[in-house]
């Protein structure tokens, strides 16, 4: 197989920028590992940026998020049973952010590609790129019981935390720089209304949780457990009510309980692998950098990516010009690394820490003393959370 882009995963990077190539009229074609049915299902992130909706917008993807989407003005902060409401739209000159699941931006995604094209293959695994600093590097496949070849005349590493695109950087081209936390969320997915409007963070002494939903009437709730857990040892009773004491607070709100659909636990890490290209092929996503999810920039910084590749190889297809492929690696990894240090800072601020001592402890209360004290530091999480400015 020949194809001018070939793109090395079919998860919401690879999609959106196969999306993105197709309209502006450059071929590709993408290679998926697993089955469309357990792509569709993956349960993972929640939360939009502007700059997200925009782009699955300008992909001509964004028609059921527009209708479906949850539009949020701001966050909830819980500590010491009190919340605190953060105020975007005021603090971010009109800014929201909107509650629509990774899970529907693929489908949505996997229908437009399904109907009219580019190739979308399905059990197809990537099992090597080479030759990535030619003009024609391959992507050798297997499919159907078959090893096969795409030959490219770029690749396109959209392949995850565990695929392959990154071991093609020959040693001593890249640096990686990774940072594991000491506890994980048990996220849960429960068959019922959200029991707010907003989404809760809350910090205790008995660990983080996180309210968040996924429509009118299914709720999306995290635990913060220790590493290692079994998903197995937590009955839903007892999800339940250790959700109720984290969230906690002194006056009326009460936790909406329901059947859970389904539980995972997820080990939280961040990870940048520098630089995102090596000759023609540029990793975009998970592939390149991980967050963890404390501040919901996993999937943002996906899409970030994703738009400066996607219109740095437009450029180049309509006047040959390459300055914006060029730059690929700078323009994302500084917008990376701030979001890199958004979610740290947030993961820290609000987990109880497992080897953390009494002054730990106060320096994480301080922190959010400040935020809901001081207009400016509430300016400066919004502004982070909401999305800083894409890199173009
Ligand atoms: P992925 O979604 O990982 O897609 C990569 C695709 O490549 C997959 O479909 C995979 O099957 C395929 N693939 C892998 N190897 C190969 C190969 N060799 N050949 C072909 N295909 C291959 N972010 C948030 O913001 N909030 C959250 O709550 C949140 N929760 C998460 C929970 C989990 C368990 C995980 C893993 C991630 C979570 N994230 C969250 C992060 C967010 O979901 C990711 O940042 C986002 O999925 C990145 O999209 P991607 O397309 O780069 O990678
Ligand atoms: C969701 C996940 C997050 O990590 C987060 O910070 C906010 C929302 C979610 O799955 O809805």
Partial sequence: MRTTVGIIGGGPAGLLLARLLHRAGIDCVVL??????????????????????????????????????LVHQGIELRFERERHHIDFPALTGGRTVTIYAQTEIVKDLVALQLADGPPLLYEAEALAVEKPESATPVVRFRHEGRERTLTCDWVAGCDGY?????????????????????????????????????????????????HSMRSPT???????????????????????????????????WTLHRGPIMSKSVTTMRSYVHEPMRHGRLLLAGDAAHIV???????????VSDVRVL???LTRLHRTGDTQLLDRYSELCLQRV????????????????????????????????????????????????????????
């Fill in 162 to 210: 565990h695929g392959v695109s990154r071991d093609a950087f020959p040693a001593g081209t890249a640096r990686s720089y990774a940072h594991d936390y000491p506890y994980s969320w048990l996220g849960v997915l429960a068959e019922v209304a959200p029991s707010g409007d907003e989404l809760i963070y809350a910090r205790g002494e008995r660990g983080f949780a996180l």
């Fill in 337 to 392: 690394w701030q979001a890199t240090r958004f979610s740290d800072d947030m993961t820290k601020m609000l987990h109880a820490q497992p080897d953390g001592d009494a002054f730990d402890h106060r320096m994480q209360l301080a922190r959010l003393r400040r935020i809901t004290a001081s207009r400016h530091a509430a300016a400066e999480l919004a502004t982070n959370y909401a999305g800083l400015p894409l890199p173009v």
């Fill in 32 to 69: 998926e590992a697993r089955t469309r049915e357990y792509v569709e299902q993956r349960q993972r992130a929640g939360m939009l940026e502007q700059g997200t909706v925009d782009a699955l917008r300008e992909a001509g993807a964004a028609e059921r998020l527009e209708r479906e989407g």
């Fill in 310 to 312: 996607a219109r740095g």
């Fill in 292 to 302: 963890p999810p404390t501040g919901a920039k996993g999937l943002n910084l996906a």
């Fill in 218 to 252: 299914v709720s999306r709730l995290y635990l913060q457990v220790p590493n290692g857990t079994d998903p197995d040892d937590w009955p839903d009773d007892r999800i339940w009510d250790e959700l109720a004491a984290r969230f906690a607070i002194d006056g009326d």
